[in-house]
């Protein structure tokens, strides 16, 4: 009995230090390899480092002829590199990787069954701005895994192909659909060209997705499109697409978004439209929203009263004669004054700190 | 030699912008945090620093704020290097002080561009 327990000890004690010598083994050899793969990759990332900075013909040249087990070393963090460039230095840098390959490559990849794989060669596309890439991103926005959905996406906003754009809106319509927010930065990617298509987005049927383009008009700065949004303001049926088209009229910053979004501030309106309505007279920046936003310093509803005593401050002189005005105003029988006022000596106070930093 | 302050986290970014530096002509002193950043200025009094707005600890704005409080390093000049790209970010960098403000991604021959004006504006 006694010589079986000790077997049985024996053995127990054998496969822990086998599994122990295989743990260390392992850490060694992984170990190993890093440094092996560090040593490899230094020579290469010296050669990155000075053609991203210049790039020079020759550096491209030597940076194609580096031999494989070393660029392979070197790759991964190359492409780390290559989404952080912009410019000649980044068109330079991707060339040389599509001379090695990695384009070819990551196309390839984009059909593989693993998901990590399928996004990880949409990452290395869109940072290599393969615009010959697009369709085949286009196909990932209905992937069934939603982290692919999002990388493609990013990536498609990297390359900026503005014919990507309705294939874009068409995925935010889906069950599961894209982030809006990240929607709205990938479509504000595609530039001045993908404004046709987001205009005519404004009349899609589903909300969110008017809102997403609404956002990714103003970031565009699409003022040609001031009219449509200004019609979405006034006429959509959901009162958040309407605080959205709000919000992008005021980044849109032309005259004609003035009128629509002052008519937006009358009191029949719901008070978050009302809000946004006066925060982007602010940013329209023309004084003619000044009187429009004088009265509204006096309003009952705590929101709009603030958002109109900082949009008259962004306004500048005008705006801030209309505050000074409204500071000094004595209290009515309703204390309408007295709120002005309150609002009126907030935006100034915040107005003179600014005033003071700036001097510093 | 001019010295130039090079403060980022992103080892890539510091690594190509000290090389881009070093290459036309600047002394370079790199760092990868705010308190790093702080205590290399005041001690080698660097004629700028270029400063990633979102580090670990202070950011490039605290950093900013600290210099141009100081006496000593308060005409430093300051570039600003970020992917933040919303207008209050781009707003908060110049009212702490930034005397420029370049987003990510970047063009190192741009940045440099910058620099060499800034430097020779404060010359002038």
Redesign the interface.
Same mark, same amino acid.
């Given at each position: 009995m006694a010589g079986a327990f000790t077997a049985v000890v024996l053995v127990l004690a054998a496969v822990v230090a086998t599994t122990g010598a295989g743990i260390v083994g392992a850490r060694l050899w992984r170990q190993a390899r890093r440094r092996r793969q560090a040593e490899l990759a230094a020579r290469p990332r010296r050669h990155l =480092? &000075?053609f &991203? +900075?210049?790039h020079e013909a020759q550096g491209a040249d030597a940076l194609v002829a580096i031999a494989e087990p070393a660029w392979r070393a070197a790759e991964p963090?190359a492409l780390? =590199?290559l989404?952080? =460039? #912009?410019?000649? &230095?980044?068109r330079a840098l991707a060339a040389v990787f599509v001379r090695r390959g990695a384009a070819a490559r990551a196309m390839a990849a984009l059909h593989a069954r693993g998901r990590v794989r399928r996004a990880r060669a949409a990452q290395i596309l869109g940072d290599l701005e393969h615009h010959a890439a697009v369709p085949d991103l286009c196909g990932l926005l209905t992937d069934r895994h939603r982290e692919v959905r999002i990388v493609a996406v990013r990536a498609l906003g990297r390359i900026g192909e503005p014919t990507a754009a309705w294939r874009l809106i068409a995925a935010l319509d889906h069950a599961d659909g894209l982030p809006s927010l990240l929607a709205t930065h990938a479509l504000a990617q595609l530039g001045p060209e993908a404004e046709i298509t987001l205009s005519a987005a404004l009349d899609h049927p589903a909300a969110r997705v008017r809102a997403v383009c609404l956002d990714a008009l103003g970031l565009l700065g699409a003022a040609g499109s001031a009219h449509r949004v200004a019609r979405v303001l006034r006429d959509d049926p959901v009162p958040e697409v309407r605080v959205t088209a709000a919000a992008s009229l005021g980044r849109l910053g032309t005259p004609a978004a003035v009128d629509p979004l002052v008519r937006a501030t009358d009191a029949a309106e719901p008070v978050a439209l009302r809000a946004s309505a006066a925060r982007a007279l602010g940013e329209v920046g023309a004084g003619a929203a000044v009187p429009a936003l004088a009265v509204m310093l006096g309003d009952a509803q705590y929101r709009v009263a603030h958002e109109a005593a900082h949009a008259l401050r962004r306004l500048g002189p005008a705006g801030q004669r209309a505050l000074r005005a409204a500071r000094e105003e004595p209290a009515d029988a309703h204390a309408t004054g007295s709120t002005a006022a309150m609002h009126a000596r907030e935006a100034l106070a915040l107005a003179e700190i &600014?005033t003071t +930093? +700036?001097r #510093? | 030699m001019t010295t130039v302050l090079v403060a980022d986290d992103d080892a890539d970014i510091r690594e190509l912008v000290s090389f881009k530096l070093e290459q036309n002509g600047f002394e370079v002193i790199a760092v990868e945090d705010g308190q790093a950043a702080l205590a290399q200025a005041r001690e080698h009094r660097p004629r700028l620093a270029v400063l990633d707005l979102s580090m670990p600890g202070l950011s490039g704005i605290d950093v900013c704020r600290m210099l141009r409080a100081d006496p000593e390093t308060a005409d430093m000049l300051v570039v600003m290097l970020t992917a933040r790209v919303q207008e209050q970010d781009v707003e908060g960098g110049f009212g702490a002080g930034a005397d420029d403000y370049v987003t990510k991604p970047f063009s190192p021959r741009e940045l440099t561009s910058r620099i060499q004006a800034l430097l020779s504006r404060a010359r002038t």
């Amino acid at each position: 009995m006694a010589g079986a327990f000790t077997a049985v000890v024996l053995v127990l004690a054998a496969v822990v230090a086998t599994t122990g010598a295989g743990i260390v083994g392992a850490r060694l050899w992984r170990q190993a390899r890093r440094r092996r793969q560090a040593e490899l990759a230094a020579r290469p990332r010296r050669h990155l =480092l &000075a053609f &991203a +900075a210049d790039h020079e013909a020759q550096g491209a040249d030597a940076l194609v002829a580096i031999a494989e087990p070393a660029w392979r070393a070197a790759e991964p963090g190359a492409l780390g =590199l290559l989404g952080k =460039l #912009r410019g000649d &230095a980044h068109r330079a840098l991707a060339a040389v990787f599509v001379r090695r390959g990695a384009a070819a490559r990551a196309m390839a990849a984009l059909h593989a069954r693993g998901r990590v794989r399928r996004a990880r060669a949409a990452q290395i596309l869109g940072d290599l701005e393969h615009h010959a890439a697009v369709p085949d991103l286009c196909g990932l926005l209905t992937d069934r895994h939603r982290e692919v959905r999002i990388v493609a996406v990013r990536a498609l906003g990297r390359i900026g192909e503005p014919t990507a754009a309705w294939r874009l809106i068409a995925a935010l319509d889906h069950a599961d659909g894209l982030p809006s927010l990240l929607a709205t930065h990938a479509l504000a990617q595609l530039g001045p060209e993908a404004e046709i298509t987001l205009s005519a987005a404004l009349d899609h049927p589903a909300a969110r997705v008017r809102a997403v383009c609404l956002d990714a008009l103003g970031l565009l700065g699409a003022a040609g499109s001031a009219h449509r949004v200004a019609r979405v303001l006034r006429d959509d049926p959901v009162p958040e697409v309407r605080v959205t088209a709000a919000a992008s009229l005021g980044r849109l910053g032309t005259p004609a978004a003035v009128d629509p979004l002052v008519r937006a501030t009358d009191a029949a309106e719901p008070v978050a439209l009302r809000a946004s309505a006066a925060r982007a007279l602010g940013e329209v920046g023309a004084g003619a929203a000044v009187p429009a936003l004088a009265v509204m310093l006096g309003d009952a509803q705590y929101r709009v009263a603030h958002e109109a005593a900082h949009a008259l401050r962004r306004l500048g002189p005008a705006g801030q004669r209309a505050l000074r005005a409204a500071r000094e105003e004595p209290a009515d029988a309703h204390a309408t004054g007295s709120t002005a006022a309150m609002h009126a000596r907030e935006a100034l106070a915040l107005a003179e700190i &600014a005033t003071t +930093a +700036a001097r #510093r | 030699m001019t010295t130039v302050l090079v403060a980022d986290d992103d080892a890539d970014i510091r690594e190509l912008v000290s090389f881009k530096l070093e290459q036309n002509g600047f002394e370079v002193i790199a760092v990868e945090d705010g308190q790093a950043a702080l205590a290399q200025a005041r001690e080698h009094r660097p004629r700028l620093a270029v400063l990633d707005l979102s580090m670990p600890g202070l950011s490039g704005i605290d950093v900013c704020r600290m210099l141009r409080a100081d006496p000593e390093t308060a005409d430093m000049l300051v570039v600003m290097l970020t992917a933040r790209v919303q207008e209050q970010d781009v707003e908060g960098g110049f009212g702490a002080g930034a005397d420029d403000y370049v987003t990510k991604p970047f063009s190192p021959r741009e940045l440099t561009s910058r620099i060499q004006a800034l430097l020779s504006r404060a010359r002038t």
